[in-house]
């Protein structure tokens, strides 16, 4: 029972820490969330059968290190961190990496599987992307261009949804006006569910076996199943041929919160 | 052989206090199970080996804060709990989570995770889903309609199958008089399994690698085994591209009968 | 050395023990492996890496309680067991059971799997199936059912092989009459090996993902080929989208026999 | 130090002592090789972790055993053994059985398992086929068939190559005369291979999930590439569904090599 | 902490101790890698979980001998070492070796696998390959033959990417007219990338589950990604059924810069 409560002492301080010490010169995380020619990384993981059998106060001190980790990188790639524990069977956490360089999000992962935490950690997917600028947008009419800079709803978006997708070589050998039309369709169809879901594409042709890596958030899983029943619905949908497999679901969290849920 | 009377002795205990114990205001659970706009998540779990090797009276303990974690959600979530071992080869136990939020299933999954028998559970499959109004139904004939308020037998139904289904590109592509046409014959065909089986449907699509999952019970499996022979008779069938992969099937449990098979 | 000896003479004694042993009332077993609505099991188990660094005297204890668990369940199921290692890369053990209801079997394989014995056991597969009434033979002509009516070679038929086959969407939107002429085809190919192959049908459609599960028994590997290769060469095999996947093949022994070839 | 010496001592020891111990009358290899209705197996294992974790010494007494088991069992069957490792991902090593009864593969193969080495042994794969007559060379013209009796080259031939395929339906579908006109354009394309590559079929269709194996030995890679440039050009190649997967790549080798090997 | 010091201070003993040691006589590295007829053998590892758990001092006493292996096989081999992980979920790093025989590639694998830092990788890949002088360039006209001559910018060029192709029966029924028309299209499409992405080709049709394994090397991955996307616009990529799966990726690493990635 003591011990129990030396964890929970040891974790109010580490998060305590955390809140006081002063915040290390930061990664333009706005412009690498926004900027073409920016990789993004998604890094899927689950705990070992040892983390579960771990002391609560061990567990702490790697959690510690965790946050540690993230820190030191900070200055050069922006990530987000979401658990996927509950909501996905490929694994129980999920790191977003935007960087400037791919090498730099692959440092900041082999850090963090070199460190104390990481060495529980198994890696069960990695995702590569790059953001571009938009490819069909300066075809569309301008009232489509008007909708697609409505911003999304303020307000939490608890919820992130990772589809990879792989269009098939049909698609590829399509002429660019074909694509286009067919891309206007996709396009319209989706822009009722603009201010409730949040999207993001990356392109990941030769740099993973998929051509597009879609992320979503939402605070509204049901109109978020709308807006995928209308992308299935047209026509350049007939074109995937890989779309999930694996989907990936959880919720944005913080390391610190998950540092609370892991903690237990 | 003294250890193991120990076991039963504190067996019985638990399932006493179980009994016992004041019932903590639970979910509307009649209502998380009969609205639309309710999440479903079905959650399978292996037993890890360390589970086997354990001495009978840790077991029983750890089974004891199962139920403890069960009830602690009652309160949020509708939680049922099926025996897939000896039935199914892709898990032992499986549970079924209804939710308003689709975060509170997810709560629920991570603490069971969380709790000293949960760090004996090997996650082997996620599903979520979702409950709607009836997309088909307000365009059938009123006899039609009438025949799918006809309830199913009373008395228990032992058996449960669980099938998620993905249907195809075409099918998505077709436009909505056409599906209607052949959802009408789907429903023809399954009508006369209205009273010997009891089912249920669930809506994926961007919320899983499926589009439907559905859910059956019933206490006679050769009935169920030619409702499912009717569906993959009918046109519809052909527009499905995964039907199953893996179908799970097990028996409808507690937690305290799970608990009683599981402390042997 | 001595402990060798130890176990040797403590297998003997199990051996001795289970010939002198009273029989419990069994199931009536014959009834079971012939009428139609009887469900049959086959479960697929390779023994894991603690099994074979055991003491041989702690192999025979848990193999002596593999005989008592089968004895257990006589009176409701009739079980077979099989010798997979050596010949499949799925199982090293494999047992059928047949039951007249599905909780039955459940009941064995969960109380096979609690056993001492069971704790070395990995679940690979289990495949669910459902004996019925001939769907087609009442539409063949009387010599076809005649010949249908010749019993297998009487003598050891020492090797068993399982094939479970999915049809495809296109088969069961077939009419029944193209169907009945497709399937005397396919039986008339198969008539002249009904002396050397006996054969029993399972329907799997809803109880697992799977259609059908046929099996073999035979003393005659080539003419099995032979048979196989003529059910390859009829048009309704192009109507099976699995065939195998896995194809299982072994051997029938007992439980005395397994015990003293797992004893080692 | 003195341990690795220990270790070198036993295995030069162990080496004699196979090198002097009477030949055991061996299975007709000869025979067994080229006869028409003989079982050829082909077993796949990789080591276990605990192998390299474990002494030279132990290992070494360990690889005696193998000799042992291998010795026993050449009465009934010819046995022939690659080295996998640093070729192939699937296995480290590979037996090959050929037996006039599939039983006594088994047998061996349970023995093998069995043995204190065996316990160290993981089973990735097997392939079970039977030698048959040739099919289509009876219809062949004279001069190819003077071809076909033409031997390889003497000399060694280091490399073993294993190709499992299965013909699709459309492929048992056609007449034997379509089929031969097929094999005979396939047959063609390889007899510029006779002399670097030496071939042997196996025909699998019933025993496994596969149609043929497919076994090739050669000491010149680039003309075996060549060969199967030239077999994936011809007609018949659009009627496999599988080829490989996996394709097993190895080098020929004794038992007594591959204990040198592995010692160390 | 102090043992932190002592694995620090052992390090950089190894590294030193690499720098002075004299070179032994390498194999002529150059010719392996531009020569026809030389194999080409990707080898990918991940490591396993002792690794990670291991003393810093115990891990570098076997990177040094890493090292040693490394050396000892340089005679007969070039060998070329990549960082995976963080970027790739199929390993954590992966050696590519040339050798003018296949029987070399596997003597230093498994070497490799035998050393005390060997027991701790997990083989999960091999990729086996030919070089091969150009099969279609000759056909080509001499402007493109001289664009191809133009090198690569010089440089360092840190990302390396591996991508398996295989083609389908269609493209290998094709005549050589046709197939050159495409790969005319292909090569046309591919010359802009020229200078920003180095290419090599390994043909693979026999000696593994593939036909081509095509190797980058770029210091620009937009630019690979571009190059990548225009291959899957030509019409010969409609003949490809595999593409990728995996794809591995990551970053052009040495022996010393490994071991200290991996000394952490």
């Given at each position: 029972m003591q011990r129990r409560w030396a964890g929970t002492?040891?974790?109010v301080c580490v998060l305590l820490m955390a809140w006081v010490s002063p915040s290390i010169a930061a990664a333009d995380r706005e412009k690498l969330l926004s900027s073409p020619g920016v990789y993004g990384t998604f890094a899927a993981?689950?705990?070992?059968?040892?983390?579960?059998?771990?002391?609560?106060?061990?567990?702490i001190v790697q959690l510690k290190g965790l946050k540690g980790v993230v820190e030191q990188h900070r200055e050069k790639v922006?990530?987000?961190?979401?658990?996927?524990?509950?909501?996905?069977?490929?694994?129980?956490?999920?790191?977003?990496?935007?960087?400037?360089?791919?090498?730099?999000?692959q440092k900041f992962l082999v850090d963090l599987q070199n460190s104390p935490f990481g060495?529980?950690?198994?890696?069960?997917?990695?995702?590569?992307?790059?953001?571009k600028k938009a490819n069909y947008v300066p075809g569309f009419s301008d009232e489509m261009k008007a909708g697609l800079k409505v911003k999304s709803d303020p307000g939490p978006?608890?919820?992130a949804i990772?589809?990879?997708?792989?269009?098939?070589?049909e698609w590829w050998a399509l002429?660019?006006?074909k694509r286009m039309a067919m891309m206007k369709e996709h396009t319209e169809a989706s822009m009722s569910y603009q201010k409730t879901v949040k999207r993001k594409l990356y392109h990941s042709t030769g740099l993973d076996d998929l051509d597009f890596i879609t992320y979503f958030e939402?605070?509204?899983l049901e109109d978020f199943h709308s807006l995928i029943l209308a992308m299935e619905g047209v026509k350049e949908f007939q074109y995937t041929r890989r779309f999930g497999h694996p989907l990936l679901i959880g919720t944005v969290t913080s390391v610190e919160e998950l540092s609370e849920v892991l903690a237990q």
């Open positions: 002492v040891a974790l993981f689950s705990l070992d059968d040892d983390w579960g059998k771990m002391e609560p106060a061990s567990r922006a990530i987000d961190v979401y658990l996927l524990r509950g909501l996905s069977d490929r694994a129980d956490l999920m790191f977003r990496v935007h960087a400037a360089e791919l090498r730099d999000a060495k529980n950690l198994k890696m069960t997917g990695i995702l590569n992307g790059l953001t978006k608890p919820y990772v589809i990879p997708i792989r269009k098939n070589a002429d660019q006006d939402t605070s509204n």
